[in-house]
């Protein structure tokens, strides 16, 4: 998978052509030189671009992300490993935050079956 255009590429990736040039912007990809008027791109790019939506699945921010770009070519395990139990922490806060949130709508929406008059728990607990 060589000489791909930028359409191509986005479309091996998963991601639209605005994201290879936004990502790109942002230093987290190159940009290849023009060859006949049309950047080409190869196999190495379309795995970039798949570790950058990995790693954004995974919650790491694109500031992150490009620390991690660059760790990759250093092999500095350490400072992966810090990076990812921070991540890890931050994903552990945000279940906690989530489990209380649904055990709270789970909770209105009991008092808004088993009640009649008034109003709803439910749209007065977000007024």
Do not use: H, W
């Not at 379309?46 to 992300?65: H, S």
């Not at 620390?67 to 092999?75: C, K, S, V």
Request: with cysteine.
């Amino acid at each position: 998978m060589a000489n791909l255009t930028i359409g191509s590429l986005a479309a091996a990736a998963g991601v639209g052509v605005e994201t290879v040039r936004f990502y790109q912007r942002r230093d987290l990809m190159t940009v290849p030189p023009r060859a006949g008027g049309i950047r080409r791109y190869d196999r190495r790019d379309v795995d970039r671009l798949r570790f950058i939506k990995r790693a954004q699945a995974a919650g790491f921010t694109l500031v992150e992300i490009a620390e991690l770009i660059a760790l990759d070519a250093g092999e500095d395990r350490a400072r992966a490993r810090q990076l990812a139990k921070a991540r890890i922490v931050a994903l552990d806060a945000k279940i906690a935050e989530l489990k209380e949130a649904r055990t709270s709508l789970a909770r209105l929406a009991k008092e808004c079956g088993e009640g009649r008059d008034g109003p709803c728990p439910i749209i007065a607990s977000f007024g």
